[in-house]
């Protein structure tokens, strides 16, 4: 297998950086930059405030994946408002998405209310999460789910996600771990949780934090600086093939040039923890 830049590889990865800060970018700069950077690909932003909008999936998204396949890059994931297929444009952006060969997009949050039963909303989010599983299947797309820290938040726990996809195929549903949030919520039970949901991991999410002494907050940090422990490199590097998306956090309103900056020093670092081959 070859990746974009035409390198054979015996363990494939896939790199791709989330454009979230960089969304003000137009699609043929954002391409040339990522191009430049080295990145297979992207984790675009494909939702409500995102770089292409629900509404207007049909019209701008060909935009984007044209501006990307003229520097030979992939739109690796697609970062969406979808969650439920009762949402209104859940069909036309997943039918749009998958006949411009788009391969996954990433599920929005499912969220608990914690003043009903969490086993009676698990069933209800599981009973969702088929339905979705489905038309995935229809398709000829893939959803991933991200563990994401919060009291509220379906997922911050992993074994929610093991509950709730243990009958789903992963080709249909699968999760995108994210090794910051779950050392957030896990501490030392990150290997834990990993051993646990591996069979169901469609991609790894990269980012790192630290705690703030006097907030008490989990607060993102320069991949390598924080937190997040190394060890998950190696292991991640004997089982895992796939996309590899590296999310840069920690400068929301530092503007382009910084988080380009950024985002460069960080992949550096990620290629050192995590060689392609």
């Known amino acids: 297998m070859q990746s974009a830049h035409g390198q054979a590889r015996e363990n494939p990865l896939e790199f791709c950086a989330f454009i979230k800060f960089l969304q003000d970018l137009p699609y043929s700069d954002l391409a040339r930059k990522m191009n430049e950077l080295g990145f297979d690909g992207i984790e675009a932003t494909v939702r409500d405030r995102g770089h292409v909008l629900p509404e207007r999936v049909e019209d701008d998204l060909p935009r984007l994946v044209e501006a990307l396949e003229k520097e030979n890059l992939n739109l690796t994931i697609m970062a969406s ?14 039918r749009t998405a998958a006949g411009l060969g788009v391969k996954r997009y990433r ?19 599981r009973e969702t999460l088929k339905d979705l599983a489905a038309m995935n299947k229809e398709l000829g797309i893939s959803g991933v789910y991200q563990n994401h820290a919060g009291a509220t938040t379906v997922g911050s726990a992993i074994w929610d996600l093991h509950e709730l996809l243990r009958d789903i195929p992963p080709e249909e549903i699968s999760v995108a771990y994210d090794i910051r949030h779950a050392t957030v919520e896990g501490g030392q039970n990150w290997l834990l949780n990993l051993e646990l949901i591996k069979p169901h991991i469609g991609a790894l999410y990269v980012k790192d934090f630290t705690w703030n002494k006097s907030t008490r907050d989990a607060v993102n940090v320069p991949l390598g600086e924080g937190r997040v422990n190394p060890k998950f490199f190696e292991i991640a590097r004997g089982f895992f093939q796939g996309p590899v998306s590296l999310h840069v956090e920690y400068l929301p309103a530092a503007g382009i040039p910084a988080n380009l900056q950024a985002i460069k020093a960080d992949f550096k670092t990620l290629r050192e923890l995590m060689p392609s081959s």
């Open 107 to 125: 599920l929005a949050y499912l969220k608990y209310d914690l003043s009903r039963s969490i086993p009676l909303q698990l069933k209800e989010h």
């Open 81 to 94: 408002s979808v969650n439920s297929t009762n949402q209104p444009l859940t069909e036309k952006v997943l």
